[in-house]
């Protein structure tokens, strides 16, 4: 995993590790939100991938459409957060994933 962290992670199948979007503490007109009302991002970029589906049938893998890098979009409560070192990061299946932001 190319990240800060001293920790190396390596996700499995159809799992990607996804560094959070930071959230935003103000309004577009400048009104400072306390940490209650702050949104969680549900976007952030993908820091690793692991080794795609399995095929049951062939035993071939499927390789992931994701790759480490790209921005995306996933949903409310796609994941599980995991702390790495000083770092927050989520687990989650591609399946949890939304979209691709080019």
């Known amino acids: 995993m190319a990240t800060k962290t001293r920790i190396k992670v390596r996700p499995l199948g159809d799992k990607v590790i996804v560094r959070r979007d930071e959230a935003v503490d103000r309004t577009e007109s400048g009104i400072y939100l306390p940490e209650s009302a702050k949104d969680t991002p549900k976007s952030g970029v993908i820091e ?27 949903s409310s409560y796609a994941g599980t957060e995991v702390k790495l070192d000083d770092d927050n990061f989520l687990i989650m299946s591609e399946s949890d994933i939304l979209a691709i932001v080019d």
């Open 48 to 74: 690793a991938v692991g080794n795609g589906t399995l095929n049951t049938d062939s035993g071939d893998r499927t390789p992931l459409t994701v790759k480490a890098g790209d921005r995306v979009i996933f």
